[in-house]
């Protein structure tokens, strides 16, 4: 009796000997899995003399882990015994691999199906937003736990169906915190804070998400003091909750209360300092977004990113760049949001050497065969005047999107290619792809840039009785742009006034230049009253008529409105023109306020340069200067225009057979036109200048714009 005991005993022990064996070989499987060491965790399988269901489970569930679920499916075909958790393993992994129809097959097949089952595959539709699928599941469950209600009541509330999701919510039976929480959100999402409130005070217990919900849906709904006072009563905040609060009073322009409430914050984590740089960047406090970027101890990439983003939003061009080489030179990997910003401050400064530099990067990290990057390359290659290459980048792919097709017209427009920009629109059509605003807007401007009035108005008449687009303001904009550039002022005119909709200040700024051009008078003043109607504190028309009136030596009529932009605290923008030599960005401005740091160096080449126009005939129109001068300082004036002043440091400092590359921020004058024209014939350089319209191509003499601009 107690020999058979003592067997007894020892077979007891030899079983959980086994047992606890075979656990911890499924653990440490389930471990390698976690580390992504997928190999490792087969190794240890297969070596397993005894496998139990457990293991097989957890290799099975490691393989989908790793995305490799056709291997996960042959074991679970190998498995000499499977359990209900072997089935739900392989919905579950399907479905996290979204293969919702494979998923659905083996929910079918089951021979036996718990809650687990069904809730799994329910949570597959609402995740694929199959939420009619997954509704018509759920109705079909034998039973229901809280969690399956909360993962349909979720799949209501991501469709935007608040209504179903509150009738739902009111039939389940058990409600926890998580089923609570979700529906305060969703009520919160379609406004109704009154019902998520009372939802949220008649809670038994709370936890610090259902807070933050609250909190988050007072501040996205614009009631940022209620918000505040129930952030100030919430027994424990987490760094989410201060987010949320903080991005409340950014989001309505309170600022200042943002600052305060970050500066009471015990610690300041990185996420909420990201959060606070972006929220102050959008309301236009860029210096606050940089001190608290100065005052972080620890930055991530978002970080980085977000400042960056900051100075490329509010038009800090040249300090966005200054901070992309700072992160370089410490070390940071720029990652997708930055490399996009900076291609944008490339695009927008025209300097192509650090353009060049960031797609290198976009190279490098396996994104530039991504169609989105692809037609920002595109936009910041025409912008900083390679035609060439953006063509390149626009070949290489087969599948275009809208985005790219209208990158690409838009570029054309720019550079004055109406006949390339309409043959793009062209094969668009063919390729089946369908034209939107955007597509027309740069139809229509290459149009006008290039002087093709007949196919401009063709492409016109072609938006409503072909493509069914109702033209909006922005296309009329064009029209009359095209038809002014044409000297067609009356038509012009006439479609102002036969439009649907009120002209905005752009369709009759666009008269207003045509005016300038044509130096029409009469127009322009009947043109400018309405402009200052439209926009009192814009100094362009008061500018353009002042132009029009200094061209035709109406001095006294300057004066006065000259005088009335004084009165009206109304300011014109000066002129500046920039250049990057070395992948630094020089910056201009005309006459001698604010010079260069090599500006005497600069002047002498000029003067050098003047020498050699003057042999091939240039003679400076002082038409072109609009003060009441004598001839001498007429030619003094010119002499500095910005435009000038850049292409002279280009000469001096980029070396033989490289292309100069200029950007003005206003339209260039008549005067630098013709001039740099001469330059480029003198010198057998190939000068590109980007104004505030369009781009100009010098060579041999001439402009790619053939004088009309």
């Known amino acids: 009796m107690i020999k058979f005991r003592s067997a007894q005993s020892f077979c007891i022990q030899c079983q959980r000997h086994c047992s606890s064996t075979a656990a911890l070989t499924s653990s440490q499987i389930a471990y390698y899995v976690r580390l992504g060491q997928i190999e490792t965790a087969r190794e240890l399988f297969d070596q397993t003399p005894d496998k139990t269901t457990s293991s097989w489970n ?91 209600w909360t993962v349909m009541l979720g799949g209501l509330i991501r469709e935007g169906r608040i209504d179903d999701a509150r009738r739902l919510y009111d039939l389940m039976p058990v409600k926890d915190v998580v089923t609570r929480t979700s529906m305060i959100g969703g009520l919160c999402s379609n406004g109704r804070l009154e019902e998520a409130r009372e939802i949220f005070d008649s809670m038994p217990q709370r936890n610090a998400v259902s807070w933050t919900t609250m909190i988050s849906g007072y501040a996205q709904n614009g009631k940022v003091d ?7 009563v919430m027994p424990e ?35 909420v300092c990201n959060t606070m740089i972006m929220g102050l960047g ?19 990439d978002s970080t980085w990113s977000s400042m960056i983003k900051v100075y490329e939003r509010k038009g800090r061009e040249l300090e966005a760049i200054s901070l992309f080489r700072s992160m370089q030179s410490e ?141 909006i303001t922005g296309h009329y904009a064009c029209m009359v742009d095209m038809l002014g550039r044409a000297g067609q002022l009356d038509e012009a005119m006439k479609l102002i006034n036969e439009m649907p909709v009120e002209a905005d200040a752009i369709v009759w700024g666009s008269l207003m230049g045509a005016c300038r051009n044509h130096t029409n008078t009469d127009m322009a003043e009947i043109v400018a009253k309405k402009l200052v109607e439209l926009e009192p504190k814009n100094a362009g028309p008061y500018v353009l008529l002042s132009n029009i009136y200094a061209s035709k030596g109406r001095w006294g009529d300057v004066d006065k409105v000259r005088k009335k932009m004084r009165y009206k605290k109304v300011s014109k923008s000066p002129g500046c023109s920039w250049i990057e030599v070395e992948k630094e960005v020089h910056m201009f401005t005309g006459g001698e306020r604010t010079p260069h740091r090599e500006h005497k160096e600069i002047v002498k080449k000029w003067e050098k340069l003047s020498g050699m126009l003057r042999e091939a005939g240039y003679n400076p129109d002082g038409a072109f200067v609009l003060h009441d001068v004598d001839e001498e300082e007429k030619v003094q004036s010119l ?56 781009f100009h191509h010098f060579k041999d003499g001439l402009c790619s714009c053939r004088d009309y601009w």
């Not at 210096?287 to 620890?298: I, N, Y």
Request: glycine share 6%; net charge positive.
């Open 58 to 148: 957890s290799i099975i569930s490691g393989y989908f882990h790793n995305s490799q679920p056709n291997e996960a499916q042959r074991l679970f075909d190998e498995m000499p015994q499977r359990n209900t958790v072997s089935w739900n393993g392989l919905i579950s992994g399907y479905v996290k691999n979204g293969m919702i129809k494979k998923a659905r097959q083996v929910f079918d097949l089951m021979p036996e199906r718990n809650v687990i089952s069904w809730t799994s595959m329910v949570r597959g539709y609402v995740e694929e937003r199959m939420v009619s699928e997954a509704e018509a599941l759920f109705r079909r469950m034998p039973e229901k736990n809280v969690i399956s």
């Open 639 to 694: 002499r500095l225009h910005s435009e000038k002043l850049a292409v002279a440091f280009g000469l001096m400092k980029l070396g033989e057979g490289v292309a100069i590359r200029v950007m003005k921020n206003l339209r260039v004058c008549g005067d630098c036109h013709t001039a740099i024209k001469l330059i480029a014939n003198v010198t057998r350089r190939e000068i590109i200048l980007r104004d505030a319209n369009r």
């Open 282 to 300: 959008e309301n236009g406090e860029v210096s606050k977004a940089r001190k608290v970027f100065d005052l972080m101890g620890e930055r991530d």
């Open 226 to 232: 209620v918000a505040r006072k129930l952030f100030e």
């Open 331 to 471: 070390g940071v990997k720029p990652h997708f949001p930055s490399l996009i910003s900076v291609l944008s401050v490339c695009a927008s400064l025209s300097t192509l050497d650090h353009g060049r530099q960031t797609h290198a990067h976009l190279i490098r990290s396996k994104l530039d065969d991504d169609v989105y990057v692809s037609s920002v390359l595109i936009t910041m290659y025409m912008k900083c005047g390679d035609v060439v290459k953006a063509k390149i980048l626009f070949d290489r792919f087969s599948c275009k999107d809208i985005v790219m097709w209208n990158s690409m017209i838009t570029g054309y427009a720019q550079h004055g290619l109406g006949d390339e920009a309409l043959q793009v629109f062209r094969d668009m059509s063919l390729s089946g792809i369908q034209a939107d605003d955007v597509t027309f807007i740069g139809v229509l401007s290459a149009c006008s840039y290039s002087g093709k009035v007949k196919e401009g108005k063709e492409v016109f008449d072609s938006m409503k009785s072909k493509y069914k687009i109702e033209p």
């Open 237 to 271: 905040r987490n760094e989410v909750t201060w987010t949320a609060m903080l991005m409340g009073y950014t989001r309505c322009g309170r600022t200042e209360d943002a600052w305060d409430l970050f500066k009471a914050m015990p610690d300041k984590p990185v996420t």
